[in-house]
């Protein structure tokens, strides 16, 4: 299956989310917990839940990858910034569990001077603070493109914070295609070795879900700028290799390109039409 959708707005509950993601031909979709900038989170409707449970299983969709709020910085040097990354992330996995079986997708966290090893070791301490065996939602780290002192620019960082992770098996990996590029990665004329090379560090088994996004900048800027798909440096013949890579498939592919619905929908149609076994299934 191709399970292709975008940001959706949470501010009307998820059977309005579903709802939306169908008008925009998407069969999966990303939403922040709460509002980006952080904050407290909307209680959870049981109804609203159960019509959207419904509708997502009418229309067969692929999992969802929520978002945390990027604020939130797991590896921060002050406690209260901590604090604040622990408490979000275990009220999220909570509510999550309302829609079981899951991705909670966040950014590993800025350093902040501290060194990336230091950072490395407290984002892992606090997904091991947040975790339980019991929960059925997968949490993924983002791949970063190394802005600041972001950590998870490679895949090497994103290893070292897996292995810390006691519920590994609770973990796993987005792959962000503006990121991935700006960090220096070149999907564009080598997606086959920078896979391999996600396979050897990582393990491909890691990686569960896609951010597809342009770049608005060139190989290993390190600026994390996103462009509508086919209109930046990575390109529409590159994000059309990624689609039907045969070790990508089934994997959600969400869009975060600078975009209003309607921009978003003709995105989803092109990426379909784009998609060998899903063209030919239309
Ligand atoms: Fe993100
Ligand atoms: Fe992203
Ligand atoms: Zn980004």
């Excluded at 603070?129 to 972001?150: A, D, I």
């Excluded at 987005?174 to 920078?194: E, K, N, P």
């Excluded at 390109?235 to 921009?263: F, Y």
Aim: glycine content about 8%; aromatic content about 6%; proline content about 3%.
């Amino acid at each position: 299956m191709f399970y292709i959708g975008s940001h959706i707005s949470a501010s009307k509950g998820y059977a309005a989310m579903g709802r939306q993601a169908v008008k925009l031909g998407a069969n999966t979709f990303a939403f922040f917990t709460r509002n980006p900038r952080g904050g407290a989170a909307k209680a959870i409707d049981e109804e609203d839940v159960r019509k959207f449970l419904a509708l997502a299983e009418e229309h067969a969709f692929g999992k969802l990858v929520a978002h945390a709020p990027y604020t939130l910085n797991a590896c921060a040097a002050k406690e209260e910034v901590r604090r604040f990354a622990r408490e979000t992330m275990a009220d999220d996995l909570r509510r999550m569990e309302y829609t079981p079986g899951n991705y909670y997708n966040f950014h590993p966290g800025s350093h902040v001077g501290q060194g990336s090893e230091a950072g490395i070791a407290r984002t892992a301490e606090i997904l091991n603070e947040v975790l339980t065996p019991e929960q059925t939602t997968t949490v993924l780290l983002e791949t970063m493109s190394g802005k600041g002192s972001e950590i998870g620019r490679n895949f090497t960082e994103l290893k070292q914070i897996l292995d810390q992770v006691e519920c590994s098996g609770k973990m796993g990996v987005c792959l962000d295609t503006c990121h991935v590029w700006d960090a220096g990665y070149d999907i564009v004329s080598d997606l086959d070795g920078v896979l391999e090379e996600f396979d050897r560090i990582i393990g491909l088994e890691r990686l569960k879900a896609i951010h597809m996004n342009d770049s608005m900048n060139p190989l290993e800027s390190h600026k994390d700028r996103h462009e509508k798909i086919g209109q930046g440096q990575i390109g529409l013949a590159a994000m059309e290799r990624v689609i039907n890579h045969p070790k990508l498939q089934g994997l959600p592919i969400i869009l975060e390109t600078p975009n209003d619905d309607e921009g978003w929908a003709k995105e989803i149609a092109l990426l379909k039409s784009l998609h060998k076994a899903e063209a030919q299934r239309a």
